[in-house]
């Protein structure tokens, strides 16, 4: 790659405008997070005093986003009276996974219907991402290049993945090109969860079930994957001990 073709892929773009719809996956069972998704699911449970859904719709709607598709699977019902309540800020709708849990890329593919829009994001209800100086769906506006992504992964520094004991997901180029951790290594990089992607993607995918990382795979041997590193925090908040040492971080900022 030549360095004008670096600087053309990590240029801001100036007409950049956040996709208008987002998927939030939040159909899990949850299996880590219990004794407290015994009688609640995971979305609905609760970092200093608020459910984890609401952190999610909460940078949705500041970054402009207007509408939010929900998948439900696990105490379904909870998840919808819940984000029924919630202020006309952003338009929800809601995608129904009681009959089976399809996972990240069929949970998003039964989805693209009630989206209805290309690109748009996806991103996680289990996760709190605090931005830097810029809100973090806003700075994946601004680098997205249709001509040169499929999708583009939000992606944290493992220094700042709080309450994440793995290895790291990706390594990072200068021109945001990713590529996955091999064997025993660590990669410098976590998934966010939180990424834009093109409805095409999902074109010759399985029908059922089936997780995102296919896709990413598929991205990865064509060269049209990338990512961007978060300039701010997150916290993955998987287990009940993950809730208290979250709490008291975000108490600390």
Known sequence: MTAAQETLTLRPRI?????GAAMILSAGLGRR???LTATRPKPLIQVRGRPLIDYTLDSLARSGVQRAVINTHYLADQVEAHVGRRRADIEIRLSDERAELLETGGGTKKALDLLDADPFLVTNSDNILVDGPTDSISLLAQRWNP???????LLVPLMRAHGYAGRGDFRLDRAGRITRRS??????FVYSGTQIVKRSVFENTPDGKFSFNLIFDRLLEKGRLFGLAHQGDWYHVGTPEAVQATERLLSDE
């Not at 007409?15 to 996709?19: E, F, G, K, L």
């Not at 064997?183 to 410098?188: F, K, L, S, V």
């Open 147 to 153: 001509e040169e992504m499929d999708a583009l992964l």
């Open 183 to 188: 064997g025993q290594r660590i990669a410098p």
């Open 33 to 35: 997070m219990r004794p």
């Open 15 to 19: 007409d950049a405008q956040v996709p």
